[in-house]
């Protein structure tokens, strides 16, 4: 530290470290902040939208596969039930299915698993196509073309239940990763904030140190040599040090102290004549 440094100069480079530190806080809790929402919406997109729109799909396909055959049989045999009302029933599980395959794809835009989303897509359209097909074969009462449609319908609904399945594990492995990361990133911020709170303690240390150093102890020598020179003692020289005020005003005692030995003097020599 440099002893001439003025008061003001002090105070304004303490004012910049505790500032920097503040700021340092502020980004790093900024920072931290930011990095868990995009975790956390990084979560929402796998478990919510994805998985979710692909989970109603999947049910939606066996519930419409299902719900085929009764409409088969009520359009074959009315007395089992509204062959109408089945029919609708079969319109409404395509039309969920539709829907969210449409929301699935618009939720795996961003996923780096597009080969696994591309074939889900293949599979998902052509099951669409041929449940159409078997609606359209029911409502002309074309039992056999049903059956032939029926086979392909169970292919396609088994692929897509496989690659579902892979695509559930995959984003259940992607969920994992986004935990294990964020409970890394949180050892790191207590870290950083246990570094922080130290270096803060050391600047806070420091701080008091260079107060006491250079301007409490400087202010008490002041106040004892004046107690010095109270006392009648004019011989003891007065320290010049601490920063460039304290040290204006020891100079200033100096100077002081020296007119008064003068003074002494003059009045001894006056006394003596």
């Known amino acids: 530290m440099r002893p001439n440094l003025s008061i003001r100069q002090l105070s304004l480079i303490m004012l910049a470290v505790v500032t920097l530190l503040l700021l340092a806080f502020t980004l790093l809790t900024w920072s931290v902040m930011q990095q868990s929402r995009h975790d956390l919406a990084e979560l929402e997109r796998l478990n919510v939208q994805q998985a979710s729109m692909l989970n109603r799909l999947h049910v939606a396909s066996l519930e419409g596969l299902n719900r085929m055959d009764r409409a088969l049989e009520r359009q074959l045999r009315p007395s089992l039930g509204d062959p109408i009302a089945a029919l609708e029933a079969v319109e409404e599980e395509l039309n969920e299915m539709l829907a969210s395959h449409q929301s699935f794809v618009e939720a795996t835009q961003g996923t780096p698993h597009l080969a696994l989303r591309d074939t889900l897509n293949t599979h998902t359209e052509s099951l669409l196509d041929i449940m159409r097909q078997q609606l359209a074969a029911i409502q002309a009462g074309d039992r056999s073309r049903y059956r032939q449609l029926t086979l392909a319908a169970v292919e396609q609904s088994q692929a897509l239940t496989e690659n579902a399945r892979h695509f559930y594990a995959v984003a259940d492995q992607q969920g994992t990763e986004l935990l294990e990361q964020a409970d890394r990133q949180a050892r790191q911020f207590g870290w950083l904030l246990t570094g922080g709170l130290l270096l803060a303690t050391v600047v806070l240390a420091s701080m008091a140190w260079l107060g006491q150093r250079y301007i409490l102890q400087p202010l008490r020598h002041v106040i004892g040599h004046f107690r010095i020179m109270g006392d009648g003692d004019l011989t003891i020289p007065v320290e010049v040090r601490g920063l460039r005020e304290i040290q204006q005003l020891l100079g200033e005692l100096s100077s002081m102290q020296d007119s008064?030995?003068?003074?002494?003097?003059?009045?001894?020599?006056?006394?003596?004549?």
């Open 260 to 273: 008064l030995v003068l003074t002494v003097r003059h009045l001894d020599d006056t006394s003596q004549h």
